[in-house]
């Protein structure tokens, strides 16, 4: 019998917590079998990624995944063989009360937050508390052997890379979305938050010596760019012409199709988690926009990714990224980052494609669990 499976999401804010949680879903149903339940309770910003999805259903079937609304006001089920409480959210005390009343008790997992930073690689796996006798286990996604890996979809790498070396691929799918920039321009995305270093990136861009087309999703930096171009609105379908840079504001896209809109780009900024993750997929020079914590201990993880990450460039190439990745998520001054990064851009980008060989010849996060499932049984 196939194991059941149950993922609360709780969406927090933006599109970091459905955006993994979709994911897992889907592969969990597609490469291993399962019986998926995910209880989601914001399908608004579910619809965002997943468009067929109707928001005033309290259960619909999306991709051979059982998705439910997570009530406010929580109706009881039978609980699931492993339950998934992703990203620390707290499950409805009947359903705790459900697991604690099954005659197996269920594998409970808390999935984590995606760190680069050494503790996490001793904590994954480790018992958490426990409920009436049903243990809860962390456990962490990361980049390391010893971590529960990052999510990546079976094929995914072999069919970036079918992409990439597929110009017209490239071309019509970007002309499906309104883009024809110049042959010899960089394309570049820009997924972030508000940014108060973006108008000095955007100043180099425009005063650079090569054309730069500058793709940017609906989403929160765009008042920012929208400052700096000094218009009165910036809404998807813009474009505008600053010296050598064109910046085109695009609809928020639907997942998977994001996938290839970075994998069309030559750099991508993303931030949070799951765009940050797919950007390391598309093998290609990127700059991460972490997402920002109390006591600023988002930046211990972001340099604990740097030291990862930068291992094996040589050490100007590895200043230049860590000087731009860290101007970026100070706010700071880009030009000077940015004109030092194009000095080493041949070895930053072949170092992009080694690192996501690397990363993809671990075991990813979906196989890692049911692993570790089979395991505990
Ligand atoms: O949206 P994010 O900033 O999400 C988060 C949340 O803030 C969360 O609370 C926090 O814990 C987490 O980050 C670390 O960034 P993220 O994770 O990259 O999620 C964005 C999702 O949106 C991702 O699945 C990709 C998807 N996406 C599209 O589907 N289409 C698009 O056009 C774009 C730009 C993104």
Redesign the pocket.
């Known amino acids: 019998m196939k194991a059941s499976w149950d993922i609360f999401c709780s969406v927090?804010?933006?599109?970091?917590?459905?955006?993994?949680t979709w994911?897992l879903a889907r592969q969990l149903v597609a490469e291993h079998r399962c019986a998926v339940r995910l209880w989601v309770d914001d399908l608004r910003a579910f619809e965002?990624?997943c468009p067929p999805i109707d928001v005033a259903l309290p259960q619909q079937w999306q991709e051979g995944v059982d998705v439910r609304h997570w009530p406010a006001e929580w109706s009881p089920v039978a609980a699931a063989d492993v339950v998934i409480a992703a990203?620390a959210c707290q499950l409805p005390p009947a359903y705790m009360e459900a697991m604690a009343e099954r005659e197996r008790a269920p594998l409970w997992l808390n999935l984590d937050?995606?760190s680069a930073e050494a503790w996490v690689t001793g904590c994954h796996g480790l018992p958490s508390v426990k409920f009436k006798g049903v243990q809860k286990y962390f456990f962490f996604p990361g980049f390391q052997a010893g971590t529960g890996g990052l999510l990546r979809e079976a094929g995914l790498l072999e069919r970036r890379r079918a992409f990439q070396q597929d110009p017209l691929a490239r071309k019509g799918f970007l002309a499906g979305l309104g883009v024809f920039a110049a042959p010899d321009a960089r394309l570049m995305s820009l997924?972030a938050?508000e940014n108060a270093g973006l108008a000095s990136w955007l100043e180099a861009l425009a005063a650079d010596s090569r054309a730069t087309h500058l793709l940017v999703?609906e989403?929160r930096i765009l008042g920012d760019v929208q400052n700096w171009l000094g218009v009165e609105v910036l809404a998807a379908g813009a474009v505008q012409v600053r010296g050598a840079l064109t910046v085109q504001v695009?609809?928020?896209?639907?997942?998977e199709?994001?996938d290839q809109?970075l994998w069309s780009c030559d750099f991508n900024a993303?931030?949070?988690?799951?765009?940050?993750v797919?950007a390391q997929w598309a093998g290609r020079p990127m700059l991460w926009h972490i997402?920002q914590q109390d006591e600023d201990i988002h930046l211990d993880k972001l340099d604990a990714f740097l030291e990862l990450y930068t291992q094996g460039l040589s050490p100007e190439a590895k200043a230049a990224l860590i000087d731009l990745w860290r101007a970026w998520n100070a706010g700071g001054e880009m030009a000077q980052g940015w004109k030092k990064l194009l000095e080493h851009w041949p070895e930053v980008a072949a170092h992009a494609e080694k690192w996501c060989l690397e990363q993809g010849s671990q075991p990813d996060l979906a196989a890692a669990l049911v692993q570790f499932y089979l395991n505990w049984i």
Do not use: A, M, T
């Not at 933006?14 to 955006?19: K, S």
């Not at 695009?250 to 997942?255: D, G, S, T, Y």
């Not at 993303?270 to 940050?276: H, K, L, N, Q």
């Open positions: 927090v804010d933006n599109y970091g917590d459905i955006g993994v994911r965002r990624l990203f937050y995606l997924f938050y999703p989403g695009l609809p928020f896209v639907r997942q199709e994001y809109f993303v931030r949070g988690e799951d765009s940050f797919r997402y």
